[in-house]
Protein backbone atom coordinates (compact mmCIF):
# COMPACT_ATOMS: atom_id res chain seq x y z
CA UNK A 1 0.00 0.00 0.00
CA UNK A 2 2.74 2.38 0.79
CA UNK A 3 4.35 1.72 -2.55
CA UNK A 4 1.51 2.57 -4.39
CA UNK A 5 1.13 5.66 -2.23
CA UNK A 6 4.46 6.80 -2.77
CA UNK A 7 4.17 6.13 -6.81
CA UNK A 8 0.90 8.23 -6.91
CA UNK A 9 2.36 10.75 -5.22
CA UNK A 10 5.35 10.67 -6.96
CA UNK A 11 3.31 11.11 -10.23
CA UNK A 12 1.33 13.99 -9.20
CA UNK A 13 4.31 16.00 -7.86
CA UNK A 14 6.02 15.66 -10.76
CA UNK A 15 2.77 16.94 -12.75
CA UNK A 16 2.28 20.20 -10.81
CA UNK A 17 6.90 20.85 -10.78
CA UNK A 18 6.66 20.40 -14.76
CA UNK A 19 3.54 22.91 -14.75
CA UNK A 20 5.87 25.29 -12.62
CA UNK A 21 8.79 24.78 -14.23
CA UNK A 22 7.39 25.78 -17.80
CA UNK A 23 5.67 28.40 -16.47
CA UNK A 24 8.66 30.27 -15.38
CA UNK A 25 10.18 29.07 -18.63
CA UNK A 26 8.12 30.89 -20.24
CA UNK A 27 8.14 33.68 -18.17
CA UNK A 28 11.29 33.71 -19.08
CA UNK A 29 11.73 33.30 -22.55
CA UNK A 30 8.87 35.35 -23.16
CA UNK A 31 8.38 37.89 -20.92
CA UNK A 32 5.29 39.89 -19.42
CA UNK A 33 1.80 38.56 -21.34
CA UNK A 34 0.34 41.27 -22.95
CA UNK A 35 -2.53 39.56 -24.89
CA UNK A 36 -4.26 36.32 -24.90
CA UNK A 37 -6.39 34.98 -27.58
CA UNK A 38 -8.90 32.69 -25.96
CA UNK A 39 -10.70 30.89 -28.27
CA UNK A 40 -14.30 29.03 -27.77
CA UNK A 41 -12.59 25.72 -28.06
CA UNK A 42 -10.63 26.25 -25.40
CA UNK A 43 -13.66 27.37 -23.21
CA UNK A 44 -15.33 24.01 -24.10
CA UNK A 45 -12.16 22.12 -23.36
CA UNK A 46 -11.61 23.46 -19.83
CA UNK A 47 -16.04 23.09 -19.35
CA UNK A 48 -15.46 19.77 -20.17
CA UNK A 49 -12.70 18.39 -18.06
CA UNK A 50 -13.83 20.26 -15.16
CA UNK A 51 -16.81 18.15 -15.71
CA UNK A 52 -15.33 15.42 -15.97
CA UNK A 53 -13.24 15.99 -12.63
CA UNK A 54 -16.55 16.50 -10.65
CA UNK A 55 -17.95 13.29 -12.14
CA UNK A 56 -15.59 11.39 -11.38
CA UNK A 57 -14.68 12.64 -7.38
CA UNK A 58 -18.21 12.83 -7.21
CA UNK A 59 -18.50 8.37 -8.06
CA UNK A 60 -15.20 7.68 -5.66
CA UNK A 61 -17.42 9.77 -3.00
CA UNK A 62 -20.37 7.94 -3.79
CA UNK A 63 -18.36 4.45 -3.42
CA UNK A 64 -17.21 5.79 -0.36
CA UNK A 65 -20.78 6.42 1.26
CA UNK A 66 -22.03 3.52 0.16
CA UNK A 67 -19.45 0.89 1.50
CA UNK A 68 -19.69 -0.98 4.56
CA UNK A 69 -16.41 -1.45 4.82
CA UNK A 70 -14.77 1.93 5.00
CA UNK A 71 -12.80 0.93 7.72
CA UNK A 72 -11.25 -1.59 6.12
CA UNK A 73 -11.12 -1.00 2.19
CA UNK A 74 -8.04 0.16 1.14
CA UNK A 75 -10.03 0.38 -2.33
CA UNK A 76 -11.56 3.18 -1.80
CA UNK A 77 -7.91 4.90 -1.09
CA UNK A 78 -6.42 3.35 -3.64
CA UNK A 79 -9.55 4.59 -5.91
CA UNK A 80 -8.94 8.60 -3.73
CA UNK A 81 -5.37 8.44 -5.15
CA UNK A 82 -5.83 7.47 -8.39
CA UNK A 83 -8.52 10.57 -8.33
CA UNK A 84 -6.27 12.97 -7.02
CA UNK A 85 -3.45 11.83 -10.00
CA UNK A 86 -6.21 12.27 -12.80
CA UNK A 87 -7.28 15.33 -11.33
CA UNK A 88 -3.43 16.54 -11.92
CA UNK A 89 -3.84 15.39 -15.32
CA UNK A 90 -6.79 17.15 -15.68
CA UNK A 91 -5.11 20.36 -14.48
CA UNK A 92 -2.38 20.05 -16.57
CA UNK A 93 -4.70 19.65 -19.80
CA UNK A 94 -6.19 22.82 -18.24
CA UNK A 95 -3.14 24.60 -17.75
CA UNK A 96 -2.21 24.07 -21.58
CA UNK A 97 -5.32 25.28 -23.14
CA UNK A 98 -5.17 28.49 -20.67
CA UNK A 99 -1.85 29.32 -21.71
CA UNK A 100 -2.15 28.19 -25.19
CA UNK A 101 -2.57 31.76 -27.49
CA UNK A 102 -0.30 34.53 -25.65
CA UNK A 103 1.02 37.22 -27.28
CA UNK A 104 3.97 38.46 -25.07
CA UNK A 105 6.57 40.88 -24.40
CA UNK A 106 9.29 38.92 -26.36
CA UNK A 107 6.88 36.77 -28.53
CA UNK A 108 4.18 34.92 -28.65
CA UNK A 109 3.78 31.18 -27.04
CA UNK A 110 0.85 29.56 -29.22
CA UNK A 111 0.34 25.84 -29.96
CA UNK A 112 3.18 24.78 -27.88
CA UNK A 113 5.86 26.97 -29.58
CA UNK A 114 8.05 29.68 -27.94
CA UNK A 115 7.81 31.85 -30.51
CA UNK A 116 10.04 34.91 -30.24
CA UNK A 117 9.93 38.10 -31.97
CA UNK A 118 13.48 38.12 -34.13
CA UNK A 119 12.77 34.17 -34.80
CA UNK A 120 9.14 35.27 -37.07
CA UNK A 121 9.89 35.35 -40.62
CA UNK A 122 6.53 36.42 -41.79
CA UNK A 123 2.85 35.38 -41.01
CA UNK A 124 -0.28 34.90 -43.28
CA UNK A 125 -3.84 35.33 -42.93
CA UNK A 126 -5.14 31.70 -44.09
CA UNK A 127 -8.63 32.18 -43.97
CA UNK A 128 -11.34 34.50 -40.96
CA UNK A 129 -9.86 32.03 -38.70
CA UNK A 130 -7.07 30.48 -39.47
CA UNK A 131 -3.10 32.50 -39.35
CA UNK A 132 0.05 30.67 -40.23
CA UNK A 133 3.06 32.34 -38.95
CA UNK A 134 6.66 30.96 -40.59
CA UNK A 135 9.55 31.31 -38.61
CA UNK A 136 13.45 31.12 -38.91
CA UNK A 137 13.54 27.78 -36.82
CA UNK A 138 14.05 24.93 -39.13
CA UNK A 139 11.43 22.09 -38.99
CA UNK A 140 13.64 18.71 -36.96
CA UNK A 141 12.87 16.54 -40.31
CA UNK A 142 12.35 18.63 -43.07
CA UNK A 143 14.75 20.88 -43.05
CA UNK A 144 12.01 23.56 -43.78
CA UNK A 145 11.47 26.71 -42.16
CA UNK A 146 8.88 26.07 -39.06
CA UNK A 147 5.30 26.65 -39.55
CA UNK A 148 2.83 27.06 -36.73
CA UNK A 149 -0.75 27.01 -37.49
CA UNK A 150 -2.61 29.21 -35.29
CA UNK A 151 -6.87 28.67 -35.20
CA UNK A 152 -8.62 31.46 -33.51
CA UNK A 153 -12.82 31.78 -33.46
CA UNK A 154 -13.44 35.09 -34.92
CA UNK A 155 -12.19 37.96 -37.61
CA UNK A 156 -12.07 40.40 -34.65
CA UNK A 157 -9.41 38.68 -32.75
CA UNK A 158 -7.55 38.15 -36.45
CA UNK A 159 -7.38 41.75 -36.60
CA UNK A 160 -6.17 42.11 -33.32
CA UNK A 161 -3.69 39.77 -33.88
CA UNK A 162 -2.60 41.33 -37.24
CA UNK A 163 -2.03 44.25 -35.43
CA UNK A 164 0.02 43.19 -32.85
CA UNK A 165 2.45 40.97 -35.16
CA UNK A 166 2.66 44.14 -37.69
CA UNK A 167 3.73 46.04 -34.27
CA UNK A 168 6.52 43.78 -32.94
CA UNK A 169 7.62 41.90 -36.59
CA UNK A 170 9.13 44.01 -40.41
CA UNK A 171 6.72 41.98 -42.80
CA UNK A 172 5.83 43.70 -45.65
CA UNK A 173 2.31 44.18 -46.63
CA UNK A 174 2.24 42.17 -50.02
CA UNK A 175 2.38 38.69 -47.84
CA UNK A 176 -0.71 39.38 -46.08
CA UNK A 177 -3.58 37.42 -47.54
Known sequence: MEEILFTEGFIV????????????????QLGRLEYRVF????SLGILIVVSI????MGSTT?????SYFRSYDTTYLILIIRDIQAIAYKLLFIYSLFRNGEIREKGIYANFSVLKWQD??????KTEEIMEV???????????????????????KIDI?????????????????
Not at 140 to 150: H, P
Open 134 to 156: TTNKKSVFSKKDKIVKWEVDNKE
Open 13 to 28: LFILLSMLIHSIYIRK
Open 120 to 125: IKYFTI
Open 39 to 42: TIFQ
Open 161 to 177: LKGLLNEHTQQNDDILA
Open 53 to 56: MVFS
Open 62 to 66: HYYLT
